[in-house]
């Protein structure tokens, strides 16, 4: 199962974490405004440590590979 899914029927479309209603842009502005995983993970209970990492670990696999 995706860590992330887009569905028209929620947020317009837009990426939330897979079984919420949570954006993934959420997390990123946490981490740009300096708060931390266990911040947004206590604001938003429905998302797991789990997919927050996992979404991480992808991202940053992107990252890379868009770099090579």
Known sequence: MS???RN???LGGEP???GTRVPVKTLTD???GSETIDAFLDDFPSVTREQVIEFLEIAR???VA???
């Open 30 to 32: 946490y981490l740009e």
């Open 8 to 10: 028209p029927e929620i």
């Open 66 to 68: 868009a770099a090579e």
């Open 61 to 63: 696999e992107h990252v």
């Open 3 to 5: 860590v992330v899914v």
């Open 16 to 18: 939330v974490f897979a």
